[in-house]
């Protein structure tokens, strides 16, 4: 087999996982990730648990997406620039093009079609796939007792409300005073002033669309309601390009669509300017991600080598398994109701825990055909 024929089956593998992980990963960032885990490292095995536990870390201190994110070094890591591009744009796909069907049903009825009922299982059915994941991730990260004390501290601090960058930045600094003896603070900058930029203008126009959502992507950490407060800010408050009502149900379409839940922004884009407008914004909210991890993904080697950079990143990796064990319990206090709810979720586990190749696919198929049918009980 040539190099380009080689080079040719890695591309076409890329794209049809991340396509299928586009279209079926609900849950959020945590879930997308998880499922990545499962079908990158243990069914694949492109990479091992360590690498991609240091992508995982990496991802957390750049703003942007998560799971997007890990999608885009996944695709760098198995084919190089053109991969990190085709892996990044196969998984963003399905969730744009779901999402602009929901923005053109929105638009010409008003309200979004019913699909609580499927998702009354599919959300317990997540749940067991985090936990999965991260009862693989915490066997690789917990090296020590002291990154174990970091990985409890991040969780406590998660649950109590603590800003999950700040937790991350504070564990890997930790990191480096407790496994190299430097007393040295890390300083960080951010680009949040971009957001500070007054709108010079409240007509729509393109340009301006592109920007807006060029510069949320460039300055976003945190949740789902992070963005809720940034789009509020420029399209709302400042631009009067949408209404509060519209913003919440455009976030309500990225929560329960597949893929990142920026898709929002595609949903947006839509009810501003049509097709245009959600392709534009949809580019805008997703690129720096791409320049963020191009720009990273070299370097992550080369930090593994440093024993400082290496004690940062251990305790990063401890970090960000404890944030996604922080995000289970809180969904899990908010899913997990009632009898059915909690035996779709053990059930889920069960399947996952025993059969070491199922396909995450099938829980969250299995969940949502298992919830639509309890829901009559």
Not at 27 to 51: D, L, S, Y
Not at 116 to 143: H, N, Q, R, T, W
Not at 290 to 305: A, Q, S, W
Request: proline content about 4%; some cysteine; glycine content about 10%.
């Amino acid at each position: 087999m040539t190099e380009a024929t080689t080079r040719l089956t890695k591309l076409k593998e890329l794209a049809g996982l991340f396509l299928k992980l586009g279209t079926v990963s609900f849950g959020g960032p945590a879930a997308h990730i998880a499922m990545m885990e499962k079908e990158i490292v243990r069914k694949r095995q492109w990479m091992t648990h360590e690498h991609f536990l240091d992508l995982m870390g990496a991802t957390n201190l750049i703003p942007g997406p998560n799971s997007t994110e890990m999608a885009i070094h996944c695709g760098y890591q198995r084919a190089g620039r053109i991969g990190l591009w085709l892996a990044g744009f196969s998984f963003i796909l399905p969730a744009a093009i779901i999402t602009t069907v929901f923005a053109w049903f929105y638009k010409q009825y008003g309200a979004l079609p019913a699909v609580e009922p499927f998702f009354y299982g599919m959300k317990p059915a997540v749940i067991a796939i985090i936990l999965d994941a991260v009862f693989k991730f915490g066997k690789k990260s917990l090296k020590n007792w002291q990154i174990g004390l970091i990985g409890i501290a991040v969780i406590t601090g998660a649950l109590l409300g603590a800003s999950d960058i700040l937790l991350i930045l504070i564990a890997g600094v930790t990191g480096i005073i407790l496994f190299t003896g430097l007393e040295k603070s890390m300083k960080s900058f951010f680009p949040f002033l971009l957001l500070q930029i007054p709108a010079t203008m409240t007509s729509y126009s393109t340009t301006k669309l592109f920007w807006v959502f060029l510069k949320i992507g460039s300055v976003l950490f945190g949740s789902g309601y992070v963005l809720f407060a940034y789009l509020d800010s420029e399209l709302v408050q400042k631009l009067h390009w949408l209404t509060q009502q519209q913003l919440i149900d455009a976030v309500a379409v990225g929560q329960f669509t597949p893929g990142p839940v920026l898709s929002a922004a595609t949903f947006i884009g839509y009810q501003i300017n049509g097709l245009t407008g959600a392709i534009i914004s949809t580019v805008g909210i997703f690129l720096p991600s791409f320049i963020f991890v191009l720009l990273l993904n070299p370097l992550i080697p080369k930090i593994r080598k440093s024993k400082v950079a290496s004690a940062f990143l251990d305790s990063v990796n401890i970090a960000s398994v404890a944030l996604m064990l922080a995000v289970t319990v809180q969904m899990a206090h908010i899913t997990l109701i009632d009898w059915k709810t909690w035996g779709i979720a053990v059930s889920g586990f069960a399947c996952l825990y025993g059969f070491k190749n199922i396909n995450s696919v099938w829980i969250i198929i299995g969940g949502a055909l298992t919830g639509y049918l309890l829901s009559f009980i």
